[in-house]
Nanobody
């Protein structure tokens, strides 16, 4: 099993910042030596969309064009955590943010159906 627990969501004014964190645990997670962490988001009435991803071993990152230059994904393998620093937030960033894990050596994927494990989500609300 792989457990993913997000934290750090909340209410912030437009232009502000938030930092989300995701803690990974579980016997199955510990047995994987490879893979990707990802952040997705889902706004009311919309489909879940890709935000960013990072290779578990480090080095490679990918971002949605909607957040590139404003959001930064990072991971700490010693703590089994992955963070999403969100700056210059906009009202359209309002959504439930989900952490995900993809235990494959290959590339990342922007499609939710390609990710195997999900957290419960954390709400981010940006007021105008």
């Amino acid at each position: 099993q792989v457990q993913l627990v997000e934290s750090g969501g909340g209410l912030v004014q437009a232009g502000g910042s938030l930092r989300l964190s995701c803690a990974a645990s579980g016997r199955t997670f510990s047995s994987y030596a490879m893979g990707w962490f990802g952040w997705f988001r889902q706004a009311p009435g919309k489909e879940r969309e890709f935000v960013a991803s990072i290779r578990r071993s480090g080095g490679s990152t990918y971002y949605s064009d909607l957040v590139k230059g404003r959001f930064t994904i990072s991971r700490d393998n010693a703590k089994n955590t992955v963070d999403l620093q969100m700056n210059s937030l906009k009202p359209e960033d309002t959504a439930v943010y989900y952490c995900a894990y993809r235990p494959y050596y290959g590339g990342s994927s922007p499609y939710p159906e390609d990710w195997n494990y999900w957290g419960q989500g954390t709400q981010v609300t940006v007021s105008s």
